[in-house]
């Protein structure tokens, strides 16, 4: 009990919890990464993936985030670039050119 007010109340504090950002919810650098992934071979997707991945890593232990918060994270972003690309093929694919089949 607080010896001012003489209330409990008062003497209760919220448990602090601190959160990743969530990169996934980033639009334009989840587009961007898809991007590049469309546009680029496997090797060179693969390393502009790494290289936006090792920054996100790099964010996420410079605020004492734990290797378990920050894999959850890169999941979770790596999704996202999947979804973007699946959609950026299906839009591709949508605009182009029917070129096979009988005339």
């Known amino acids: 009990m607080n010896e001012t007010t003489g ?8 448990s602090a919890k601190v959160e990743p950002f969530p990169f996934h919810q980033c639009r334009p650098k989840v587009r961007h990464a898809a991007f590049l992934v469309v546009e680029n071979d496997r090797d ?11 920054g996100i890593r790099r964010h996420l232990a410079s605020g004492a985030f734990g290797p378990k918060a920050i894999e959850k994270e890169i ?5 996202a670039v999947s979804n973007d690309v ?10 182009a050119p029917d070129c096979g089949g009988a005339a």
Do not use: G, M
């Not at 060179?44 to 090792?54: H, W």
């Not at 999941?75 to 999704?79: C, D, I, K, L, Y």
């Not at 699946?86 to 605009?95: H, K, M, Q, S, T």
């Open 7 to 14: 209330l409990p109340l008062f003497d209760w504090q919220p």
């Open 44 to 54: 060179r997707a693969a390393a502009c993936l790494k290289v936006i991945e090792d």
């Open 75 to 79: 999941e979770a972003f790596r999704q």
């Open 86 to 95: 699946n959609r950026l093929r299906y839009e591709a694919a949508a605009v």
